[in-house]
C-alpha cells in the first residue's frame, strides 16, 4: 500500500509540475486570468479547481480504460477519427505555442530578475531540457518530485505574508469595474480547459505506463487539490500588489518586498517551474512527432526547440497575454466533450 501511495504522490508532483508552468509559477498566468477580476476572479478559481480535480482524474482513468499511450490516441478513441484528428493538429501547434511561452519565460526570469541576457537562460533551458528528457520519465518525475513541493511551500510562505498586511481583506473583496465582465465568467473553464488539454500530453503516457486506476485516482485527486491550494495562495498574495497588471513576474516582486532574504532562491524555484513544463511539453511532443516520423528522439527533441526558440523571441507578456486565451477557448472543445464521455460508452469500445 505504501508503495501505490508514493507512486500517487509521485503523479500528484508531475500533474502540479505540468501545469505549473511559467505564467503560473511567475503569476503572470493567474493575473490574467483571474486576479484581475477581484473577487469574481477567487471564485472562478474556487470552480477552477473542482475542475483540475475531476476532470483531470477523469482524463487519466480514461486513457487507462482505453489503452492509450499518447493523447493522440486518446482524442481519435473520445473523438472519433476525424474530430480527433482535428484536436490533435491544434494540439501540435497549442504545444509548440505554449512551449515557445515557456522558453520566453525562462529569458524573462533572467532578463528581469537576474540583468543576465535573455538569450543565456533560453539557450540554457533548452540545453538541461535535452539532457533530462535523455533520461525519459525518471528524469520527469524526479525533477517534479523536487520542485514541486518547494514551490508549494513559497506559494503558502508568500501568503501567510501578505495575509498580515493592512487592508488584506479589502483587497481580497474587491470587484473592479470591468468592460469584459464575460471574461471573468468563461476563465475557470478556458483557463482549466488550456491547462488539461496542454497536460494530456503528459498525464496520458504518464498514466499508461503506471497502468493502474488507484494510484491514477488518489494521485489526480492530490494533483488537483495542490493545484487548487497554490492558485489561491498566489491570488492572496497577488492581490496585494498595485497594478499588478504591469509586470511581467509579479510574484518575484511580491517575494523581495515581503521576503527578501529568500528572493533568490524562489527565483531558482520559479525557474525550475518553467523548466518542469518545458520537458513534460517536450515530452509529450516527442511522443506524438515519432509516431509519424521514424527518426532519433534526439532529432525530434532538436527540431521542435529549434521551431519554439523562434516564436519564444517575441516579448514573454505579450505571448502569454495572446496565445494562451486564444489555446483556452479551443481548449474547451476538449474539456466539454471529455466531461460529457460517459464511462461506460468508452469501456464498450
Not at 96 to 111: D, I, K, P, Q, T
Amino acid at each position: 500500500m505504501s508503495g501505490k501511495w508514493n507512486k500517487s504522490i509521485q503523479l500528484a508532483a508531475v500533474y502540479v509540475g505540468t501545469i505549473v508552468g511559467a505564467g503560473f509559477a511567475t503569476g503572470k498566468e493567474i493575473v490574467e486570468f483571474f486576479t484581475r477580476f477581484g473577487f469574481i476572479g477567487l471564485l472562478g478559481m474556487i470552480l477552477g479547481g473542482y475542475l483540475f480535480i475531476s476532470m483531470g482524474t477523469k482524463l487519466m482513468l480514461v486513457a487507462i480504460e482505453t489503452g492509450s499511450k499518447s493523447y493522440q490516441e486518446l482524442n481519435i478513441v473520445l473523438f472519433g477519427r476525424i474530430f480527433g484528428t482535428g484536436i490533435n493538429v491544434l494540439m501540435l501547434f497549442i504545444l509548440l505555442g505554449v512551449n515557445a511561452v515557456m522558453l520566453s519565460g525562462a529569458g524573462a526570469v533572467f532578463e528581469e530578475q537576474l540583468n543576465i541576457p535573455r538569450e543565456i537562460g533560453v539557450f540554457g533551458t533548452i540545453f538541461l531540457a535535452i539532457l533530462v528528457l535523455a533520461v525519459g520519465t525518471k528524469g520527469l518525475f524526479a525533477v517534479n518530485t523536487f520542485v514541486v513541493p518547494m514551490m508549494v511551500a513559497f506559494s503558502f510562505l508568500l501568503m501567510f505574508l501578505s495575509m498580515r498586511l493592512p487592508d488584506f481583506v479589502e483587497h481580497v473583496m474587491w470587484i473592479p469595474p470591468q468592460d469584459d465582465g464575460w471574461k471573468s465568467v468563461l476563465s475557470p473553464f478556458t483557463y482549466t480547459a488550456l491547462n488539461l488539454s496542454l497536460a494530456q500530453a503528459v498525464l496520458v503516457p504518464v498514466a499508461s505506463e503506471i497502468n493502474d486506476k488507484d494510484i491514477v485516482k488518489w494521485g489526480g485527486r492530490l494533483g488537483g487539490l495542490l493545484l487548487t491550494l497554490i492558485l489561491l495562495s498566489s491570488h492572496f498574495t497577488l492581490v496585494m500588489l498595485d497594478h499588478v497588471t504591469l509586470y511581467e513576474i509579479p510574484m518575484a516582486i511580491m517575494m523581495k518586498t515581503l521576503a527578501g532574504g529568500l528572493f533568490w532562491i524562489f527565483i531558482i524555484i520559479i525557474y525550475g517551474e518553467i523548466f518542469t513544463s518545458v520537458i513534460g511539453n517536450t515530452f509529450g511532443l516527442e511522443r506524438q512527432i515519432k509516431q509519424y516520423l521514424p527518426i532519433k528522439s534526439t532529432w525530434i527533441i532538436s527540431i521542435i526547440f529549434i521551431i519554439t526558440y523562434f516564436i519564444s523571441i517575441v516579448e514573454y507578456g505579450t505571448l502569454l497575454s495572446i496565445l494562451y486565451p486564444v489555446f483556452g477557448y479551443i481548449g474547451l472543445a476538449f474539456l466539454i466533450l471529455l466531461w460529457m464521455r460517459p464511462y461506460d460508452r468508452i469501456r464498450k469500445q
